[in-house]
């Protein structure tokens, strides 16, 4: 397939939609459909894919979301760096609702889904970084362009649907998470076996049940908040798509060099 795009945002919880003036394609892929069909649009000079995780009318969960044919599917159509925007929990009480996390680290508490594309051979993909350097510098510095701090830390992605247990929480703070979410994988070790760059934007929609004080993570608190920030999101998003360089030559490119693919 010809080059449509060469940057993507697979959005998250509450971001459904992201580019105006967008076209529409219907993707297949070896792993089935991607969540919906991909739109693509040129936005600061870059053409760009948009693809809602779950589904723009949500009907996938955490658990359901076919994350191999949604990654596939962006490579196919030329996509070489990905921008990751998802709602999270904070396990710090100084990482609350509204604030913007680009997680340098992850932890897996997942368990079940598939997360590899190699079902044979040797591939092996270093892994010990799972988000661009790249990616996240440029998002760092777009966001303090439009007055936003943002935080680096862990991000720990558990099976869910549920959320998690008081113990659990405290045990993931414990751990050195920072904060909690339920898609960051393994989207982020799907980019990383294409060679693709790939940048989480974590916004911190609530408190996780863990942190002292407070009551427990509802839904409807997660979406309030998140609908509350998604201008804000967008307009970075939006910034951080034409900045980030146009050939990177980082090592999340370079990831399977030497291997039998
Ligand atoms: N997504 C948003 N908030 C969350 C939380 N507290 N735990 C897991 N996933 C989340």
Redesign the pocket.
Same mark, same amino acid.
């Given at each position: 397939m010809t080059s449509l795009a060469d940057v993507a945002v697979i959005g998250g919880?509450g971001l459904y939609a992201l580019l105006d003036d967008a076209e529409e394609h219907v993707l297949d892929t070896p792993f089935g459909a991607p969540s919906d069909p991909v739109t693509v649009a040129t936005v600061g000079g870059r053409r760009t894919a948009f693809l809602p995780r779950h589904g723009k009318d949500h009907r996938f969960p955490p658990h359901r979301i076919p994350y191999r044919a949604n990654l596939w599917a962006l490579r196919e159509i030329g996509v070489r760096q990905i921008l990751a925007p998802? %709602?999270?929990?904070g396990l710090r009480p100084e990482l609350g609702p509204g604030t913007f996390v680009v997680p340098d680290q992850l932890i897996d508490r997942t368990s079940g889904r598939v997360q590899t594309f190699y079902d044979t051979g040797a591939v092996h993909v270093n892994f010990a970084d799972p988000y661009c350097t790249d990616g996240r510098a440029v998002v760092k510095k777009v966001a303090a362009e439009h007055g936003i701090d943002t935080h680096d830390g862990t991000m720990v992605v558990?099976e869910?649907p549920r959320?998690?247990t008081r113990a659990e929480s405290r045990w993931y703070t414990a751990m050195g998470g920072a904060v909690?979410?339920?898609t960051g994988h393994p989207e982020a070790v799907l980019a990383r076996e294409l060679a693709l760059c790939y940048t989480s934007i974590a916004l911190v929609?609530?408190l996780? %049940?863990g942190v002292e004080g407070d009551h427990g993570?509802t839904m409807d608190e997660?979406f309030a908040v998140f609908a509350a920030n998604t201008e804000r999101l967008r307009k970075v998003l939006l910034d951080v798509v034409p900045a980030l360089p146009e050939l990177p030559d980082d090592p999340c490119q370079h990831a399977l060099d030497g291997m039998p693919v």
């Open positions: 919880s998802c %709602a999270v929990g558990v869910g959320f998690s909690v979410n339920m929609t609530d996780d %049940a993570v997660v």
